[in-house]
Every structure is written in C-alpha cells, then in structure tokens.
C-alpha cells in the first residue's frame, strides 16, 4: 500500500496467492529474438505512457498512481489509494493538472473508478484479460514511483508473471516502491491487465489485482458502489460470495463435493454430499481452485447457472450465493 509517509503494510502478499502452476515461458532463443522483444516494449511504452497518472488526495494525504482507460477520463486505480476520499488531484507524465471523482470501490479486490471532472480528450488504454495470462508471460508495470516528478516520466518494469490467485489476483516479478500503487501492469501487447495493488517485502515479489475480476464489477463501480474489506485472506473476507460446500477433491467429471452446510445456498439448490460440479456458468471446472475462481466473479445475492453430475444423471441447478458472513452467522 502507498499511503501517508511511505508506509507500506503488507495487505495483499504471498499468503493470498496459490502454489503456481510452472509453465513454459516465452522462449529468448537469440540476440534476434531479444531485440524484439525490446523494440515490442518500446512501443508498448510510448502507447501507454500518457495513461499512467498519479493521484494525490488533500484530505487524506494519500498517494498513489492510476491508469485512464477511455478518452472521457475513466480512471481506474487500487481502492487503498484512494479511500477516504471524495475528490483527488491527477496528474498527468506531461505535467497537466486535473481533478477525478472517486465513484465506486471493491476493498476486497482492492480496485477502484475514478471519473475526470473536467470535459475533454484523454490518453488512454484498452483493456486485456487477466484469466488469459499464463505463469511466465511477460509484463510491463508503471507507476509513478515516489509520486509524480516533472523531471522523468513514469519508470519502466519489465518481468515476468510469476503466480496467479483464486481472487483474480497474481504476482509477478516487476520491481514497485512508494507510489506504484494503483498503477497499470500490461501483457506485453499492450493492453491492461492488472492493477499494482500491494508491494512484497523485496520489491520484486508484487501482487496485482487482475482486469477480469474488476470488469467483473464494472456496472457497481460505475454506479458509485464501495463495499468489501481488503484482507489478506479473500476467500475467507465476510463479504465474498459462497455456495456453501466443502470440496473433496477432483475427478475426471469435474469437482467432488463433500458436507453440505444447512441453510446454504448449496442447500437450498438441491446440491448433495457426492455430488460433482462439472461447469460454473458455462466454464468448466476441474479442481477447487477453478471452482472457487468461478464462483467469485458473482456476488451475493446473485444466481449462478452450475452443472451438477449425480451418479451417471447431469443436472442443472441455479443457486443464489450466500454472502460468507451472513451463513456463518446462522
């Protein structure tokens, strides 16, 4: 986190992020291959440069960095950046001044939409597909670290990705410090997947909450929603949708499921112990991890289309999620 004084509690670190699944990275194979890789990032940057932005709020003090994401000014940025806060000064790597409203914010995922004030043509970026990125692709983050300097542009990261979480959340190894937070992270075509969210204890170990999962909540963001706690558990956040079962493991079918809790939305749908959950609103699932990942892009109080194999019979059942801290207070 990048707030008052440069301090940096460690919200969002390792104990989020899943053991990753090692797959083969990009391949630098000679120095012909290197060189364009580097004239890729070239491009990359003098595209999406004049996006990055700092933000900086009066009323709290805090700092922090964000991207704009359509030509009338949409910002998205990390919720911890700009919590507390109605209104904050943005400004851009060519020094221009504005003002954005702070619209709606996710805690847990630890996002946030911002909307320039005043009328006008913004740079801007388009977005990309976390859920698409696989462990060792290349990324691009940005920030404007130690916040907005006149004498230099927003500094360049280059790594790779190193884990993704069930959240919607993943680290990779581009170098942050004080005042990346909130900034953009890029697949190496350019286009946003991710926002810096929180810094690892040797810089080089960041987590970044993913672009799916805030599309996810795109509408209540626009709306002016806040909701959430950012944790550093989220699945386990009061505030997380749940279905209400215990998984036992995989099968070549999809998830087994084991205890069924009373009152759940498990329940409720007709879920039962031995039951195996084969696709979650059209994607199929084939471990807990993928299930849970399935599940969190819904929120509570909504209803999710499931396939359910009973025996040698494929069921289809629509349960509402349960909000996690309202089943475990029956």
Partial sequence: MILQKLSIPLVCLAVMVDQPVWATPPAIEDLASLKKLQSQVVELVEKV???????????????????????KGRILTAAHVVQGASVVTV?????????????????????AMLQINEVGE????KLGDSDALSVGDFLVAMGHAGGHDPLRKPPVRFGRLISKNMAGFFTSDCTLI????GGPIFDIEGKLVGINSSIGVDWSANNH???????????????GETWGRLSSNPFANEDSPILGVGIVG???????????????PAQRSGIKKGDIVVSVDGKKVTDGGALLVELNRFRPGQSVKMEILRGEVLMEIEPTLARRGDLYQQ
């Fill in 122 to 125: 913004y740079p801007h970026v």
């Fill in 49 to 71: 440069q004049p996006a990055t932005v700092s933000l900086t709020s009066e009323r709290t003090g805090a700092w922090g960095s964000g991207v704009v994401v359509s030509e």
């Fill in 178 to 181: 004080g005042g990346d937070s």
């Fill in 91 to 111: 400004i851009f790597p060519d020094g221009t001044e504005t003002t954005a409203a702070v619209l709606g914010a996710n805690r847990t995922k630890d996002t």
């Fill in 209 to 223: 909450a993913g672009i799916s999962a805030l599309v996810a909540d795109w509408k209540r963001l626009e709306a």
């Fill in 250 to 264: 995989s099968t070549r079918q999809g998830v087994l499921l084991g205890q069924v809790i009373p009152g759940s």
